[in-house]
């Protein structure tokens, strides 16, 4: 026999015996901030998730899965490590990992095993100094949101969450015959992009394929919204970021609903990442040995309970979804829903023991591959053990024990503020019986069980070297003030920072330099581009701004838009105040983007009726204001009353009565438009957020005059055109 044939068959006999040939392969698939209620598997009748319904289908369903810590970086180190936060973390920092915990993470013994270890998208793990995470993989790339469009090199944009799943199979391509492989595909969907406040495109940006997704579904209001449910909330709950967050996305039907609908988008966007990957997986000819787990690394509040985020002891922040599909169990098995206690802290173990490698004693978790392959087992556990204690100065830690029947948490830098919920009577949890004479038995054995779990993890917590934050008031006079706090003067600068930290659009046309935000064209637009204020939306409020434009320029002041992505990333419809050097007529005058178009031209009192015609009903003097010089425009909204100003200058007094066609909240934004070329530049740009509450103006009390005429609408009219009277109508 040839000596290097002999060797090669040797190496390739020892490689099957190093590997085995019958070691599965695994992909987990993780999702962001991701409650059990937005999968079809689980009984959401809207959503489209075919793919991941369909592992459910074929796989085991976890009803009862859950975190041990509900926040991004906790639920993913608790994997990576096999510990709980509390078991990881440094002493005194218990958000940073211990370089001893985190010396070998669970793919570095899968790669012990003979497995090719993939690692592909958000990281966000805490880690000591020097760490590095590349070095425990055999391929590893961190991939995360801001911005979850990725321009790719030809220019163009793919979202993260596609580019995730392309470099999973590229990855399984690649894969060596004879060798299993692990691969993670961990997702920063549908985790909203928390610095972009607009709401749809802005907070939940989505995979351009699901463009025009649940356009047509009417999104009711969250089942716990009743304001009731939160004035029941201890002070410090109604004041924390749960709270505060709420403000960003779920306070107006309006937001609610367009937030509602982008986020809807980023898990069918998942899904649908998914089946492109098991499509592969097949081709590849990997599939009938590739088990498939898909979960989240937190539950999550959408306005429920009047709030937002994770963070809390409520079951929807800290249930999640828990899907295996393994190919190789038998009949009896596949299709089958559990009710069995899941935790994150289950998935190291759980892995390993698919690879056959011994699971360390320091793990946690318990593997699950005897509830997917048998069943469950008789010693299953009974009740799982929570906590959450990261961002300690802003959301409140906690720490308690749940079960069949009952969850008992307690808020240990809040008095040791105590809930017991019986989960059998009340599965919403909005009866606390902490304080219930008859109860009293339970929450002093649930009380114990906490206090010993807690010793067996670590023990209790050093008091925090910084004081509590409250985020929001519960009922903030403008909601838009909640984060972007204003100064001494009730305002905020707009152009405080860099221009990719509070705006978003096309940076071609725009820069921001020494407090001067500035948009250049050099006549090439083939449409308007514009420049969106992620801070927050405006609803109430006092603009004003200095702004210098070319001769012939024209642009605009947006304020309460909307973006409409599907014309353009960048691209805003709504209410302006027009820019227009030369023409007076326009300089000031109330335009609506898309929408109604002309609704005050410069110098018109008007009043928009209730069927959405504006009528001019008093005329006001029209002055010129020069181009290249530096003038003061101002805009007051308060309700449906507009008001706008340059230089002191009353240009435009607008009415809106038309319910269907105004918007009371949305997106501020400038813009530079088509046209010849032109040079906007804006300076001192300060808002000041007005209360939310103010009254409607009311069109009984502001009846339209008989003398009142038609508005001249935009485009080429009828050489005899004339204006409509309103009480010849």
Same mark, same amino acid.
């Given at each position: 026999?040839? $000596?290097?044939?002999?060797?090669?068959?040797?190496?390739?006999?020892?490689?099957?015996?190093?590997?085995?040939?019958?070691?599965?392969?695994?992909?987990?698939?993780?999702?962001?901030?991701?409650?059990?209620?937005?999968?079809?598997?689980?009984?959401?009748?809207?959503?489209?998730?075919?793919?991941?319904?369909?592992?459910?289908?074929?796989?085991?369903?976890?009803?009862?899965?859950?975190?041990?810590?509900?926040?991004?970086?906790?639920?993913?180190?608790?994997?990576?490590?096999?510990?709980?936060?509390?078991?990881?973390?440094?002493?005194?920092?218990?958000?940073?990992?211990?370089?001893?915990?985190?010396?070998?993470?669970?793919?570095?013994?899968?790669?012990?095993?003979?497995?090719?270890?993939?690692?592909?998208?958000?990281?966000?793990?805490?880690?000591?100094?020097?760490?590095?995470?590349?070095?425990?993989?055999?391929?590893?790339?961190?991939?995360?949101?801001?911005?979850?469009? &990725?321009?790719?090199?030809?220019?163009?944009?793919?979202?993260?969450?596609?580019?995730?799943?392309?470099?999973?199979?590229?990855?399984?391509?690649?894969?060596?015959?004879?060798?299993?492989?692990?691969?993670?595909?961990?997702?920063?969907?549908?985790?909203?992009?928390?610095?972009?406040?607009?709401?749809?495109?802005?907070?939940?940006?989505?995979?351009?394929?699901?463009?025009?997704?649940?356009?047509?579904?009417?999104?009711?209001?969250?089942?716990?919204?009743?304001?009731?449910?939160?004035?029941?909330?201890?002070?410090?709950?109604?004041?924390?970021?749960?709270?505060?967050?709420?403000?960003?996305?779920?306070?107006?039907?309006?937001?609610?609903?367009?937030?509602?609908?982008?986020?809807?988008?980023?898990?069918?966007?998942?899904?649908?990442?998914?089946?492109?990957?098991?499509?592969?997986?097949?081709?590849?000819?990997?599939?009938?040995?590739?088990?498939?787990?898909?979960?989240?690394?937190?539950?999550?509040?959408?306005?429920?309970?009047?709030?937002?985020?994770?963070?809390?002891?409520?079951?929807?922040?800290?249930?999640?979804?828990?899907?295996?599909?393994?190919?190789? #169990?038998?009949?009896?098995?596949?299709?089958?829903?559990?009710?069995?206690?899941?935790?994150?802290?289950?998935?190291?173990?759980?892995?390993?023991?698919?690879?056959?490698?011994?699971?360390?004693?320091?793990?946690?978790?318990?593997?699950?591959?005897?509830?997917?392959?048998?069943?469950?087992?008789?010693?299953?556990?009974?009740?799982?053990?929570?906590?959450?204690?990261?961002?300690?100065?802003?959301?409140?830690?906690?720490?308690?024990?749940?079960?069949?029947?009952?969850?008992?948490? $307690?808020?240990?830098?809040?008095?040791?503020?105590?809930?017991?919920?019986?989960?059998?009577?009340?599965?919403?949890?909005?009866?606390?019986?902490?304080?219930?004479?008859?109860?009293?038995?339970?929450?002093?054995?649930?009380?114990?069980?906490?206090?010993?779990?807690?010793?067996?993890?670590? %023990?209790?917590? #050093?008091?925090?070297?910084?004081?509590?934050?409250?985020?929001?008031?519960?009922?903030?006079?403008?909601?838009?003030?909640?984060?972007?706090?204003?100064?001494?003067?009730?305002?905020?600068?707009?152009?405080?920072?860099?221009?990719?930290?509070?705006?978003?659009?096309?940076?071609?046309?725009?820069?921001?330099?020494?407090?001067?935000?500035?948009?250049?064209?050099? %006549?090439?637009?083939?449409?308007?581009?514009?420049?969106?204020?992620?801070?927050?939306?405006?609803?109430?409020?006092?603009?004003?701004?200095? #702004?210098?434009?070319?001769?012939?320029?024209?642009?605009?002041?947006?304020?309460?838009?909307?973006? $409409?992505?599907?014309?353009?990333?960048?691209?805003?419809?709504?209410?302006?105040?027009?820019?227009?050097?030369?023409?007076?007529?326009?300089?000031?005058?109330?335009?609506?983007?898309?929408?109604?178009?002309?609704?005050?031209?410069?110098?018109?009192?008007?009043?928009?009726?209730?069927?959405?015609?504006?009528?001019?009903?008093?005329?006001?003097?029209?002055?010129?204001?020069?181009?290249?010089?530096?003038?003061?425009?101002? #805009?007051?909204?308060?309700?449906?009353?507009?008001?706008?100003?340059?230089?002191?200058? &009353?240009?435009?007094?607008?009415?809106?009565?038309?319910?269907?066609?105004?918007?009371?909240?949305?997106?501020?934004?400038?813009?530079?438009?088509?046209?010849?070329?032109?040079?906007?530049?804006?300076?001192?740009?300060?808002?000041?957020?007005?209360?939310?509450?103010?009254?409607?103006?009311?069109?009984?009390?502001?009846?339209?005059?008989?003398?009142?005429?038609?508005?001249?609408?935009?485009?080429?009219?009828?050489?005899?055109? &004339?204006?409509?009277?309103?009480?010849?109508?």
């Amino acid at each position: 026999m040839n $000596r290097a044939i002999f060797y090669l068959s040797l190496t390739l006999t020892f490689s099957a015996c190093l590997w085995g040939a019958d070691k599965p392969n695994i992909v987990f698939f993780f999702a962001d901030d991701q409650t059990t209620d937005t999968l079809g598997c689980y009984g959401n009748d809207i959503i489209q998730t075919p793919n991941i319904d369909s592992l459910a289908e074929q796989g085991t369903l976890f009803r009862n899965a859950f975190v041990s810590q509900s926040i991004c970086w906790v639920s993913r180190t608790t994997i990576l490590t096999g510990l709980t936060g509390r078991s990881y973390g440094e002493p005194g920092n218990p958000d940073l990992a211990r370089a001893s915990a985190v010396e070998t993470l669970v793919s570095d013994i899968l790669r012990e095993e003979g497995y090719r270890t993939g690692y592909f998208g958000k990281w966000h793990a805490k880690m000591p100094k020097g760490y590095k995470p590349e070095d425990h993989f055999d391929e590893m790339e961190i991939i995360f949101r801001n911005p979850f469009y &990725k321009k790719m090199p030809d220019g163009s944009l793919r979202h993260e969450t596609e580019v995730i799943v392309d470099r999973g199979i590229d990855f399984i391509k690649r894969q060596p015959k004879d060798q299993p492989f692990a691969l993670n595909l961990w997702f920063s969907a549908a985790h909203a992009e928390d610095s972009d406040r607009r709401p749809g495109i802005g907070q939940f940006p989505w995979p351009r394929a699901m463009d025009g997704t649940y356009d047509d579904v009417e999104f009711k209001a969250p089942r716990l919204s009743d304001p009731a449910i939160f004035e029941a909330q201890p002070d410090f709950l109604k004041t924390t970021i749960n709270r505060e967050r709420y403000f960003w996305r779920w306070n107006t039907p309006e937001k609610y609903e367009l937030n509602m609908r982008a986020y809807y988008r980023m898990i069918s966007g998942i899904d649908g990442a998914i089946g492109r990957f098991m499509e592969a997986l097949e081709e590849a000819g990997l599939a009938d040995n590739t088990i498939i787990v898909y979960s989240a690394d937190n539950g999550y509040h959408m306005g429920n309970r009047g709030f937002a985020g994770k963070w809390l002891h409520y079951e929807e922040s800290l249930r999640v979804p828990l899907i295996i599909f393994d190919p190789r #169990v038998s009949q009896k098995e596949k299709g089958q829903v559990t009710d069995s206690l899941a935790l994150n802290l289950d998935f190291p173990s759980t892995f390993l023991d698919w690879a056959g490698a011994e699971i360390p004693d320091r793990y946690q978790g318990r593997s699950l591959e005897p509830i997917v392959s048998k069943g469950t087992p008789k010693d299953w556990r009974k009740e799982t053990f929570h906590e959450h204690f990261a961002v300690r100065h802003r959301s409140p830690a906690f720490e308690g024990i749940r079960n069949e029947q009952f969850k008992y948490a $307690r808020y240990f830098d809040h008095g040791n503020y105590e809930f017991l919920h019986d989960l059998k009577s009340d599965p919403d949890e909005l009866v606390n019986l902490a304080s219930h004479p008859e109860y009293a038995d339970i929450l002093k054995t649930m009380r114990q069980r906490t206090d010993r779990r807690v010793e067996e993890l670590g %023990g209790p917590l #050093v008091a925090p070297a910084s004081k509590f934050t409250h985020s929001t008031p519960p009922y903030p006079y403008a909601s838009a003030a909640v984060t972007n706090k204003p100064g001494g003067d009730g305002y905020q600068n707009l152009l405080e920072g860099s221009i990719g930290r509070n705006w978003t659009g096309n940076l071609e046309y725009w820069s921001l330099d020494n407090g001067i935000l500035k948009g250049t064209t050099n %006549g090439s637009l083939k449409a308007n581009s514009f420049l969106s204020w992620k801070g927050s939306t405006v609803r109430n409020f006092d603009l004003k701004v200095k #702004v210098r434009v070319s001769k012939g320029g024209n642009s605009g002041i947006q304020y309460r838009g909307q973006s $409409r992505p599907y014309l353009g990333l960048d691209v805003v419809s709504g209410y302006q105040c027009d820019v227009v050097a030369n023409i007076s007529k326009y300089n000031g005058m109330l335009y609506e983007e898309k929408g109604r178009r002309i609704l005050s031209h410069t110098g018109e009192k008007v009043i928009v009726d209730e069927d959405g015609r504006p009528w001019v009903t008093e005329m006001m003097p029209v002055m010129e204001f020069p181009p290249r010089e530096w003038h003061e425009y101002r #805009v007051r909204v308060i309700g449906n009353h507009h008001q706008h100003w340059i230089n002191g200058h &009353k240009t435009a007094d607008l009415l809106d009565f038309d319910v269907a066609g105004r918007s009371l909240d949305g997106v501020l934004a400038v813009q530079v438009h088509v046209g010849p070329a032109m040079t906007i530049e804006y300076k001192d740009f300060k808002i000041k957020h007005l209360p939310d509450n103010l009254p409607l103006k009311s069109a009984k009390n502001h009846p339209i005059p008989a003398t009142a005429h038609g508005v001249r609408p935009q485009g080429k009219l009828p050489p005899d055109w &004339k204006a409509p009277i309103y009480g010849e109508l």
